[in-house]
C-alpha cells in the first residue's frame, strides 16, 4: 500500500503570500493519479486538482500542482482570505484498486 | 449539476451494523462512473471505504472489506453502504461522493456515533 506524507503539517502565512505544501509517496505514483483537495470546517473536501497539475473546474488559477514520481506540490501563488484550510493529497492505485489520502495540511493565518 | 445527499441513523450501538444512503441527483448513476464511501473520524484524515459501479461491481478498502457492503439502487438512483460489528474506532463523519480516479462530486456528509 502506497502511504502519502505530507509536510508541513502545518503552514502559517498571510494573505498575499505564497503557500507551498508537499505530498511525498513512499513509492512512485503515476502523475495521472495524484490529486489535492481543499476542505473548510463543517464541510466536505473540494477537488482542486486532478493529474497532479490540472485544475479541476472552477478552480482559480492562483492554485497550482506540479511533481512526479515520489513528490508533489501544490503550490497556491498569493493567499486569498478564503484559501486557509486543510488541504489532502490523494492517489489512486489499480493493482490492486485503492485510493489513499495523506494526513493533510492545515494552512493558518500567521 | 450533480448532488450526492447521504441519509441515516446518527448514533449506533457498539457491534451492530451501520446504514447509510446515498441519494444521487442531477445524473443518473446507470450512465457511468462508480459511487463511493470516504470517512472521516472526528479532527483526523480521511479514508476511503469502498465503491460501487452501477452493475454492481465493487471495490473495498482491504482494512475494512471483511465488514463492508456497499450496495446500488438504480431504480432510486441512490447507492447504500453497511458496516457491521462497530465500535468506538467506527465514529466519523461519512461521506458519499462520485468516484473515478478522484472524488469529484460529495455529498455534505453526515456524523455517525457510535456509543450505547
Known amino acids: 500500500e502506497i502511504v502519502l506524507t505530507q509536510s508541513p503539517g502545518t503552514l502559517s502565512l498571510s494573505p498575499g503570500e505564497r503557500a507551498t505544501l508537499s505530498c511525498r509517496a513512499s513509492?512512485?505514483?503515476?502523475?495521472?493519479?495524484l490529486a489535492w483537495y481543499q476542505q473548510k470546517p463543517g464541510q466536505a473536501p473540494r477537488l482542486l486538482i486532478y493529474?497532479?497539475?490540472s485544475r479541476a473546474t472552477g478552480i482559480p488559477d492562483r492554485f497550482s500542482g506540479s511533481g512526479s514520481g515520489t513528490d508533489f506540490t501544490l503550490t497556491i501563488s498569493r493567499l486569498e482570505p478564503e484559501d486557509f484550510a486543510v488541504y489532502y493529497c490523494?492517489?489512486?492505485?489499480?493493482?490492486?484498486?485503492?485510493?489513499?489520502f495523506g494526513q493533510g495540511t492545515k494552512l493558518e493565518i500567521k | 449539476q450533480v448532488q450526492l445527499q447521504e441519509s441515516g441513523p446518527g448514533l449506533v450501538k457498539p457491534s451492530e451494523t451501520l446504514s447509510l444512503t446515498c441519494a444521487v441527483s442531477?445524473?443518473?448513476?446507470?450512465?457511468?462512473?462508480?459511487w463511493g464511501w470516504i470517512r472521516q473520524p472526528p479532527g483526523k484524515g480521511l479514508e476511503w471505504i469502498g465503491s460501487?459501479?452501477?452493475?454492481?461491481?465493487?471495490y473495498y478498502n482491504p482494512s475494512l472489506k471483511s465488514r463492508v457492503t456497499i450496495s446500488v439502487d438504480t431504480s432510486k438512483n441512490q447507492f447504500s453502504l453497511k458496516l457491521s460489528s462497530v465500535t468506538a474506532a467506527d465514529t466519523a463523519v461519512y461521506y458519499c461522493?462520485?468516484?473515478?480516479?478522484?472524488?469529484?462530486?460529495w455529498g455534505q456528509g453526515t456524523l455517525v456515533t457510535v456509543s450505547s
Open positions: 513509492q512512485s505514483v503515476s502523475s495521472s493519479y
Open positions: 490523494q492517489q489512486y492505485g489499480s493493482s490492486p484498486l485503492m485510493y489513499t
Open positions: 461522493a462520485r468516484v473515478a480516479t478522484t472524488f469529484d462530486y
Open positions: 493529474g497532479a497539475s
Open positions: 442531477g445524473y443518473s448513476i446507470s450512465s457511468g462512473y462508480y
Open positions: 460501487i459501479y452501477h452493475s454492481g461491481s465493487t
